[in-house]
Each structure stands twice: as structure tokens, then as C-alpha cells.
């Protein structure tokens, strides 16, 4: 395999040399040192041309030399023609480079993010990680054996996975302590945990951000090789990227790692990659999705969900909710106590014996926790498992069931559905299949 290196004899890309060096000799990799010739060079006369090919392999040679003190590794050097941004992304395409390696000094800050930078352009088509340097002290120290720390800007997205992993690839080599971080917006975290509407946009929530660390640690619960691991959440108002770097800052980071989507033209305005790239003041590492579909962690069923409306079908669900708990886990036990105008129905349909006036939902809950409880098949202490029940109110149960997944990190869904199709469904709908369009955890449907 093989590392790239853009090199255009700037003190910035002699620092990206550095680390891709050492990089190199580490990793047991070949390095190549590539200057790519503009076309305007291209154009001058015959005489010009050669006399300029021969000053830059001089200083390539030069630079070789002096990167001998840095690496073992063998180190080959290429001129090409072209842009550079994309002579360099075919090139390592040629060479199947696991990495490409430039330095740049960055742009600060900025109203807008910048869309011509070389850097840039390089890393929002690449196929491959594209290291952009900013300072080559930390990395080479790291390399060399000593701690580094990196901050990983984490979502749901399969590029942010490919990160992950990408950085816990360079964990095996050397000590990382990686900061975790997901940028939030209050709006949705509270929408997503089905928390109270009422919040203000610029202050931090301190349950919010113990639900995300809590989620972020049960995601991504270690990662392979040696280093320390944290887990953070930050307000955002306004730009995702912003607050990330200010997150970095603030945890003392050597590098910043962000997945890509590969956005182009103007929607690279909205990319998180493309902006952290432009105003980061320390080295920056974007990774494209690695066609790797797997999660870091095994999935595992030691939280379930599970719902029923006390109908013969809502009840069977609950066998099975026990059924795929690992031992030692837990099963949530719930039911939806509707707040429209169905709620009297229902209660009256469920539980007769219930005083049905304004002042009694306490009294209506205690009985719908004691039918749940009721239900709890035998045995169950036995495995280990521990039975919690929760009535939830709300005018839509299948986002009730979903928010309520959320809040207590729940692995697995089981409900029933009753199968209604045609008018009954139209009707009536059906909250299993909403549940499934709404939640973003496994389900697992009982079907009649």
C-alpha cells in the first residue's frame, strides 16, 4: 500500500511531508512525494520547461534527503500535469494509496466557507482519507509512540462510522485518547426524546446532553487499541462546524476527524467536512464512507421496548419482548393512555373500574401499571431480567412509543400489529407502521 503526498516546497506542505514520513515508515507503507506542474507552466517554451523540471526534481531529491532523518520507508517522487486537486485523486487512485497527505495553513474565520481552496477540493472528491496538515509536531510525536488527541465529529451517517473506524485503525499503532462529539440542536434533541416543547434555543439542556452522551457511549462503547475515550455534547446555534472546532478547542485536540459525503458545488456551503476544512486551526482529517456497512459495536438486545393495548394480539407482543432480552437486561413494559378525545373510550374499554373524571389520571396510571405488571411472564427472574413499566400519555401513540425508545436507549421495539388494511386501516391506521417510519431503532413486529 502506499501513501500520497502533495508537496508544492511551502512550509506547509514540508510539514505534511514530515508526517507522512513518519506515517510511512509506521504503517510499513511506501511514500510518494507528487508536485503537480500547472498548465500555465506547461505552456512556456522548450528551453523554460526543462530548466523548470529540473529545479523541482532538484528539490524534490533535496526533500527526499531530508525526510531519510524522519522515515525507513522507501520514498519515490512524481511530477504530473494538470489541476492539482484532481491529478492527485487520479494519481493515488492508480497506486490504490490508503491516504493522501497535504499540508495547508488554512483560511480562519469566515462569513462564508470558501469553495476553491486546493485542499478542499482534494478531500470533497476523494475516494480515499485525506490528511490536511496544519502542524507537523504533534502528529510525528505520535508516530513516534507518545499520546495524541483527537476529536471525532460523530452523527448517525455511515461516513461518521468510516471515521470511527478509520481512527481506531491508527489506535493499534500508537495511543489516541478520541473525544466523541455530537452537535445538537435543541429543537430536535427535545423532539427526539419526546422532552417538554418548552426550552430555550442558546442554553445548554443538562438532560439532553446526558441523554446523547449516554446514547454516544452505548453506540460506540470502546474502540480497539490503547488511548482513553469521551464522550461530549454541544449546543449548536447556527453552523454544525463552528461549534465543533469550538468543542476541539476546548478538549485541547491535536486533530479533527469528520466523515464526508462528498457534497460538490454549493452544497459543499452546508458541508460540515468542507467548513471544518476551512477554519480549523489544527490538522484535519476528512474520510469518506468506506463501503463497510458494519457497526462498531454489536448489536445487542439488553434494552426492550415493548408496547401492548391490552388486546389479546397487544399482549402476545410481550413473550417476545422477553424472548429476545439477553439475560441480565431489561423490558420496558408500556402502554399508550391516548389525550384526545378517544382517552375516556379507551380507559372505560380497558379499565372498568376506573374513576373517569379530570381529577384521577394518577389512580387510571396505577392500574394500567398493575395490568402490565400482571403480565410479566414467569420465570423471568431466573434470566436476570428486570421488568420496569411506564404509561405514557399522548395524543400520538406511535410517536409516544418512539420518543419513549429513545429516552430510555431502549435496543429493540417489539410491538403487534393488528394487520388492518383497506378502510379499517384508513380508519383506524396503524400504529405499528407508523412506529416503524418514525423510530430510528430496530423493530420487531408481532403480526396477528
Given at each position: 500500500?502506499?501513501?500520497?503526498?502533495?508537496?508544492?516546497?511551502s512550509?506547509?506542505?514540508?510539514?505534511?511531508?514530515?508526517?507522512?514520513?513518519?506515517?510511512?515508515?509506521?504503517?510499513?507503507?511506501?511514500?510518494?512525494?507528487?508536485?503537480?506542474?500547472?498548465?500555465?507552466?506547461?505552456?512556456?517554451?522548450?528551453?523554460?520547461?526543462?530548466?523548470?523540471?529540473?529545479?523541482?526534481?532538484?528539490?524534490?531529491?533535496?526533500?527526499?534527503?531530508?525526510?531519510?532523518?524522519?522515515t525507513?520507508?522507501?520514498?519515490?517522487?512524481?511530477?504530473?500535469?494538470?489541476?492539482?486537486?484532481?491529478?492527485?485523486?487520479?494519481?493515488?487512485?492508480?497506486?490504490?494509496?490508503?491516504?493522501?497527505?497535504?499540508?495547508?495553513?488554512g483560511?480562519?474565520?469566515?462569513?462564508l466557507?470558501?469553495?476553491?481552496?486546493?485542499?478542499?477540493?482534494?478531500?470533497?472528491?476523494?475516494?480515499?482519507?485525506?490528511?490536511?496538515?496544519?502542524?507537523?509536531?504533534?502528529?510525528?510525536?505520535?508516530?513516534?509512540?507518545?499520546?495524541?488527541?483527537?476529536?471525532?465529529?460523530?452523527?448517525?451517517?455511515?461516513?461518521?462510522?468510516?471515521?470511527?473506524?478509520?481512527?481506531?485503525?491508527?489506535?493499534?499503532?500508537?495511543?489516541?485518547?478520541?473525544?466523541?462529539?455530537?452537535?445538537?440542536?435543541?429543537?430536535?434533541?427535545?423532539?427526539?426524546?419526546?422532552l417538554?416543547?418548552?426550552?430555550?434555543?442558546?442554553?445548554?439542556?443538562?438532560?439532553?446532553?446526558?441523554?446523547?452522551?449516554?446514547?454516544?457511549?452505548?453506540h460506540?462503547?470502546?474502540?480497539d487499541?490503547?488511548?482513553?475515550?469521551?464522550?461530549?455534547?454541544?449546543?449548536?446555534?447556527?453552523?454544525?462546524?463552528?461549534?465543533?472546532?469550538?468543542?476541539?478547542?476546548?478538549?485541547?485536540?491535536?486533530?479533527?476527524?469528520?466523515?464526508?459525503?462528498?457534497?460538490?458545488?454549493?452544497?459543499?456551503?452546508?458541508?460540515?467536512?468542507?467548513?471544518?476544512?476551512?477554519?480549523?486551526?489544527?490538522?484535519?482529517a476528512?474520510?469518506?464512507?468506506?463501503g463497510?456497512?458494519?457497526?462498531?459495536?454489536?448489536?445487542?438486545?439488553?434494552?426492550?421496548?415493548?408496547t401492548?393495548?391490552?388486546?389479546?394480539?397487544?399482549?402476545?407482543?410481550?413473550?417476545?419482548?422477553?424472548?429476545?432480552t439477553?439475560?441480565?437486561?431489561?423490558?420496558?413494559?408500556?402502554?399508550?393512555?391516548?389525550?384526545?378525545?378517544?382517552?375516556?373510550?379507551?380507559?372505560?374499554?380497558?379499565?372498568?373500574?376506573?374513576?373517569?373524571?379530570?381529577?384521577?389520571?394518577a389512580?387510571?396510571?396505577?392500574?394500567?401499571a398493575?395490568?402490565?405488571?400482571?403480565?410479566?411472564?414467569?420465570?423471568?427472574?431466573?434470566?436476570?431480567?428486570?421488568?420496569?413499566?411506564?404509561?405514557?400519555?399522548?395524543?400520538?401513540?406511535?410517536?409516544?412509543?418512539?420518543?419513549?425508545?429513545?429516552?430510555?436507549?431502549?435496543?429493540?421495539?417489539?410491538?403487534?400489529?393488528?394487520?388492518?388494511?383497506?378502510?379499517?386501516?384508513?380508519?383506524?391506521?396503524?400504529?405499528?407502521?407508523?412506529?416503524?417510519?418514525?423510530?430510528?431503532?430496530?423493530?420487531?413486529?408481532?403480526?396477528?
Amino acid at each position: 500500500m502506499a501513501i500520497i503526498c502533495g508537496i508544492d516546497f511551502s512550509t506547509w506542505s514540508s510539514s505534511a511531508s514530515v508526517v507522512a514520513a513518519t506515517l510511512a515508515g509506521r504503517l510499513d507503507d511506501e511514500l510518494f512525494l507528487v508536485h503537480v506542474l500547472e498548465p500555465q507552466v506547461e505552456q512556456m517554451d522548450a528551453t523554460a520547461f526543462e530548466r523548470v523540471q529540473t529545479l523541482i526534481r532538484e528539490r524534490l531529491n533535496a526533500e527526499v534527503g531530508r525526510l531519510k532523518e524522519y522515515t525507513k520507508a522507501r520514498i519515490e517522487t512524481v511530477v504530473l500535469p494538470g489541476e492539482v486537486a484532481d491529478s492527485m485523486r487520479d494519481y493515488a487512485l492508480k497506486r490504490k494509496a490508503k491516504l493522501i497527505v497535504v499540508g495547508s495553513a488554512g483560511h480562519g474565520a469566515g462569513a462564508l466557507v470558501k469553495l476553491g481552496g486546493t485542499s478542499e477540493r482534494l478531500a470533497s472528491g476523494s475516494d480515499i482519507p485525506v490528511l490536511v496538515v496544519r502542524e507537523s509536531d504533534s502528529m510525528t510525536a505520535w508516530a513516534k509512540g507518545q499520546g495524541l488527541r483527537v476529536i471525532v465529529g460523530t452523527d448517525d451517517s455511515e461516513a461518521s462510522m468510516s471515521a470511527l473506524r478509520w481512527v481506531e485503525a491508527l489506535r493499534r499503532l500508537a495511543p489516541i485518547d478520541v473525544v466523541l462529539g455530537r452537535v445538537y440542536y435543541q429543537d430536535e434533541a427535545h423532539r427526539q426524546y419526546g422532552l417538554s416543547r418548552r426550552f430555550s434555543y442558546t442554553d445548554a439542556d443538562p438532560r439532553v446532553e446526558a441523554l446523547i452522551e449516554r446514547d454516544l457511549k452505548a453506540h460506540v462503547p470502546a474502540l480497539d487499541g490503547k488511548g482513553e475515550l469521551f464522550y461530549r455534547a454541544k449546543l449548536a446555534v447556527g453552523r454544525v462546524a463552528d461549534h465543533l472546532l469550538e468543542l476541539a478547542e476546548a478538549e485541547r485536540c491535536q486533530l479533527v476527524v469528520v466523515g464526508t459525503h462528498g457534497r460538490k458545488g454549493l452544497a459543499r456551503m452546508w458541508s460540515v467536512s468542507a467548513a471544518a476544512l476551512h477554519l480549523s486551526r489544527m490538522s484535519v482529517a476528512i474520510v469518506p464512507p468506506d463501503g463497510n456497512p458494519t457497526r462498531l459495536s454489536q448489536p445487542r438486545a439488553r434494552r426492550v421496548l415493548v408496547t401492548t393495548d391490552f388486546s389479546t394480539l397487544g399482549n402476545a407482543a410481550v413473550p417476545w419482548a422477553y424472548a429476545l432480552t439477553e439475560p441480565g437486561g431489561e423490558v420496558y413494559l408500556t402502554h399508550v393512555t391516548l389525550t384526545t378525545g378517544l382517552a375516556g373510550e379507551l380507559a372505560e374499554r380497558y379499565l372498568p373500574s376506573a374513576e373517569l373524571i379530570p381529577q384521577a389520571p394518577a389512580k387510571v396510571e396505577l392500574e394500567v401499571a398493575a395490568r402490565l405488571r400482571a403480565l410479566t411472564p414467569a420465570a423471568m427472574a431466573e434470566k436476570g431480567i428486570v421488568t420496569r413499566t411506564e404509561v405514557l400519555r399522548s395524543p400520538n401513540a406511535a410517536q409516544a412509543i418512539a420518543d419513549a425508545a429513545e429516552r430510555v436507549a431502549a435496543d429493540l421495539i417489539v410491538i403487534s400489529s393488528h394487520g388492518r388494511t383497506g378502510l379499517m386501516r384508513t380508519v383506524f391506521g396503524s400504529v405499528a407502521e407508523e412506529v416503524l417510519k418514525t423510530s430510528r431503532k430496530p423493530v420487531f413486529v408481532v403480526r396477528g
